[in-house]
């Protein structure tokens, strides 16, 4: 598996900086593993995107023209969830047609950033026609502004928040999530969709989110998908961690998606 780094904290609104240090702290935790749950010994062929944080168009593009020479499945360390928006769309140059699943706290729908944020970068794939409404799923969101929930609403995307996952059950909402993957998918996950008692190393802490469990549950789910070509893990910061808990949940989370 292409383990990818990107980091990259120039688009974070300030939130985001120090998740630039996440890559070398996640492949650090990495070395704690033999195997994944299901007994796979994880192998991982090294990749290093060169970005600058000084210059975002560049490291943008620098993103984008490294996910489009791709020719294999891979996961992406970032990095704030800006590198989203550029692998997106270096993805999408040979995935025309695909699923986009984000689980995140936010929808990262605000308006007017250019080049797009962290909070404004899925806003910007969907208006720019990447990633078509129908084809978008969020979960775990959990604090938005009005002017993405009008958003969502206007395009009828199918989001499942927190508290619509505690009410149905993870079990579930993961059963309906996988039923629909009938296309290439590109999986985005923010570690902010776990409760900040379990991963406090991130730029917005939002209470009331997934258990670590939940979350690995979802990961071994989703990996039984087929489709399933491409994984980036966004917004660790080392820099705001405790005792690395939140690195060694991003490397948990590699782990168990390094054999999908």
């Not at 210059?55 to 891979?74: C, G, M, P, R, Y």
């Not at 993805?91 to 984000?102: H, I, L, Q, R, T």
């Not at 959990?142 to 993405?148: A, F, L, P, S, V």
Request: with cysteine.
């Amino acid at each position: 598996m292409k383990l990818v780094s990107i980091p990259f904290s120039g688009g974070g609104l300030g939130h985001g900086n120090g998740a630039n240090e996440a890559p070398v702290a996640i492949k650090k935790q990495l070395e704690e593993f033999y195997s994944n749950e299901d007994g796979v010994e994880p192998s991982f062929e090294y990749v290093d995107v060169v970005v600058d944080e000084n210059h975002v168009a560049n490291s943008h593009q620098a993103i984008e023209d490294a996910i489009s020479a791709l020719d294999e499945k891979a996961i992406l360390l970032g990095g704030d969830h800006s590198i989203t928006y550029s692998a997106v769309k270096g993805f999408a140059k040979n995935n025309p047609d695909f699923y986009f699943v984000v689980f995140d706290a936010h929808p990262d729908m605000m308006q007017d950033f250019v080049p797009p944020t962290q909070e404004a970068f899925l806003r910007t794939l969907l208006d720019e026609g990447i990633v078509k409404p129908e084809q978008c799923i969020l979960l775990g969101v959990r604090n938005w502004d009005q002017q993405e929930v009008d958003y969502l609403k206007e395009k009828n995307i199918t989001h499942y928040t927190a508290k619509e996952i505690f009410d149905k059950g993870i079990k579930l909402v993961m059963a309906e999530l996988i039923s629909k993957l009938d296309k290439s998918t590109y999986f985005s996950l923010d570690i902010d969709v776990v409760d900040p008692v379990e991963a406090i190393g991130t730029g917005y802490i939002e209470h009331g989110g997934l258990s670590s469990r939940e979350l690995i549950y979802s990961l071994q789910e989703l990996k039984k998908s087929s489709k399933l070509v491409m994984v980036d893990m966004v917004e660790v910061n080392p820099g705001k961690d405790i005792k690395d808990m939140t690195a060694k949940l991003a490397a948990k989370c590699i782990i168990e998606l390094s054999d999908f």
